[in-house]
């Protein structure tokens, strides 16, 4: 099966370096200074993690009710603080509450503060868009690209594109910014398409009632 790697090279950085009209690569990690391949294996994670802050992807979203409580959270704003998985990139929507009262109307009753999730309840259920880890997953099985289809793909390829006009084929990165802005719009109104309906927790639903009563 192919690993993380191979995924990235053939889904991803060798189908942006043949439209710029480079070289494709057979590897992918930091080599001599200067090359493409040194530039593609230090900048990929990040301009995909770029990408996926874009949008709420859809191929790559997970759901997490059980999030560890930070014994170290100082309670001021937000009375509860809770550590963030690993592979958080943003959230999708708003947390939903295990058993919680109701959320006073119009009331902030979360953040994310860098890698903690401070709320209001007890008890967050959170939906998010994850990422992938080149530390853990380099050289494993791994079908974390392969869940992407085509809206996400094209978005990540145009981002390389952008990235890297100017290093590596002398191209205008204005011009490759600009493109890959629009092919952004069109692939985050396809990724709306393939959304589910919004779900309202009880919470929500429980102060629509008492605002129009």
Request: net charge negative.
């Amino acid at each position: 099966m192919a690993t993380v790697l191979v995924n990235e090279l053939a889904l991803f950085v060798n189908p942006a370096l043949v439209m710029l009209g480079a070289d494709t690569l057979i590897a992918l990690s930091v080599s001599a200074p200067e090359t493409i391949q040194n530039l593609a294996s230090i900048t990929f994670l990040g301009l995909v993690e770029e990408v996926l802050m874009e949008a709420n992807w859809v191929d790559v979203q997970k759901r997490d009710s059980s999030l560890t409580a930070d014994s170290n959270h100082v309670a001021d704003e937000f009375p509860y603080g809770y550590a963030l998985p690993s592979d958080f990139v943003h959230l999708v929507g708003e947390p939903r509450y295990i058993g919680a009262g109701v959320v006073p109307k119009g009331q902030k009753h979360w953040r994310v503060n860098g890698t903690k999730l401070e709320t209001s309840c007890l008890g967050p259920d959170i939906l998010y868009v994850y990422k992938t880890s080149d530390a853990v997953d380099a050289g494993t099985d791994d079908a974390y690209y392969t869940l992407m289809k085509a809206p996400l793909r094209a978005a990540i390829i145009a981002k390389l594109m952008a990235a890297w006009a100017a290093p590596v084929a002398g191209h205008d990165p204005i011009k490759y910014e600009q493109l890959y802005r629009l092919k952004l719009n069109s692939m985050r109104t396809l990724n709306a398409k393939q959304s589910p309906p919004a779900q309202m927790s009880p919470n929500t639903l429980m102060n629509m009632r008492q605002f129009h009563a």
